[in-house]
């Protein structure tokens, strides 16, 4: 796969965190019709569709990782926050970490 330049990079780390071509432009002190040429030849070299497929394509090929992109607002979690949701919830109410979890005797795959 043909690179991407460190400004077509940087345009699809922006796109990825959500900026439109004229945010991406006043961010980088370049006309926004300059960020659609990056994003087209973006798309090209990566086979993409939109700013979503080159997005998706960047991170799995790892021209992108997970750090690059973030999750504003009440999204914006780490993975490691996530984990112990079933822990805390079996600790604080039991009963509805039954319900959430499917209890905790049942196994996957078993008839309830």
Partial sequence: ????SARRRQVLRMVAN???NA???RELDIHPRT?????AETYAVLGARDRA???????????????DVGMPGPLAVS??????VDAR???????RAARV????????????
């Avoid at 960020?35 to 994003?39: A, G, I, K």
């Avoid at 993975?79 to 112990?84: K, Q, R, Y």
């Avoid at 979890?101 to 309830?112: I, P, Y």
């Fill in 1 to 4: 796969m043909k690179r991407l």
């Fill in 18 to 20: 959500g900026y439109t």
């Fill in 23 to 25: 945010q991406i432009g």
């Fill in 35 to 39: 960020v659609d040429r990056h994003l």
């Fill in 53 to 67: 497929n080159a997005v998706a394509i960047a991170l799995v090929a790892g021209l992108l990782e997970a750090g």
């Fill in 79 to 84: 993975v490691a926050s996530l984990e112990p």
């Fill in 89 to 95: 919830l079996a600790a604080s109410e039991p009963a």
């Fill in 101 to 112: 979890t499917g209890g905790a005797t049942r196994r996957s795959g078993a008839a309830a």
